[in-house]
């Protein structure tokens, strides 16, 4: 089953509007990570967030994290016709032996010229 | 490499006949993952490895399904007796160990006919 669910399953932008996705998860987690994917081949690492940390930023990404609703946002400012991909939050577990990222059904964002 | 290589990139094999994918992930990357990911879906996990040894092969969908790793480097996932829902783009992703994000192959497309 997918730890993880992204909101919305699709989302269409004009070009230079932010972008917001949100990802929800079930279990505690010791980190959760944004992937990013086009034309359905490999995924890109694009940034990672611990469960003691509350935000973080990479250039155009800001992605948030609320431990107590076991959610998380990932934002796009400026968005470019470039960014248009599937977008996977994924997570690690805080226990057990499972060392895996389960990933979510993602988000297919489609930025429009 | 400078990256995690995946072969062969495509494969068309017929219902019944063996296949053996391979990844090559990169050097002193210990962790090494192998997904699936049918079309317009979200990443399915299979197995991981440490070093050569697999703590946790619970995402194998059957006992078809087999993988292994040498030298704590270069893996082969192999599928005995192909079906139709065996086809998909299955991935392979190498992480160094610790909180880190998993750097993916380009995945291999596997198309049982």
């Known amino acids: 089953s997918q730890q993880g669910e992204e909101d919305p399953q699709a989302l269409s932008i004009q070009e230079g509007e932010n972008a917001t996705m949100n990802c929800s998860y079930k279990?505690?987690?010791?980190?959760l990570q944004w992937y990013r994917q086009n034309s359905g081949r490999g995924l890109v690492h694009l940034i990672l967030?611990?469960?003691?940390?509350r935000e973080k930023h990479s250039g155009r990404l800001r992605v948030t994290l609320d431990t107590s609703k076991k959610s998380s946002s990932l934002l796009i400012t400026a968005s470019r016709a470039a960014d248009t991909a599937s977008y996977f939050c994924?997570?690690?577990?805080?226990?057990?032996?499972?060392?895996?990222?389960?990933f979510g059904s993602g988000t297919q964002l489609t930025v429009l010229p | 490499g400078a990256g995690v290589s995946q072969s062969p990139s495509n494969k068309v094999t017929e219902k019944g006949k063996d296949v053996e994918l391979r990844c090559d992930p990169i050097s002193g990357h210990t962790a090494l993952y192998w997904y699936r990911q049918s079309l317009g879906q979200g990443l399915e996990f299979l197995i991981y490895f440490q070093g050569n040894s697999a703590p946790d092969k619970s995402g194998l969908p059957s006992d078809r399904f087999s993988a292994e790793r040498t030298g704590g480097s270069v893996s082969t996932l192999t599928i005995q007796r192909t079906q139709q829902e065996d086809s998909a783009v299955y991935l392979c992703?190498?992480?160094?160990?610790?909180?880190?994000?998993?750097?993916f192959g380009s995945g291999t497309r596997l198309t049982v006919v």
């Open positions: 992703a190498s992480s160094q160990t610790g909180n880190y994000g998993y750097t």
């Open positions: 994924a997570t690690v577990p805080l226990s057990g032996s499972a060392r895996q990222l389960t």
């Open positions: 967030i611990r469960s003691n940390e």
């Open positions: 279990t505690s987690i010791n980190n």
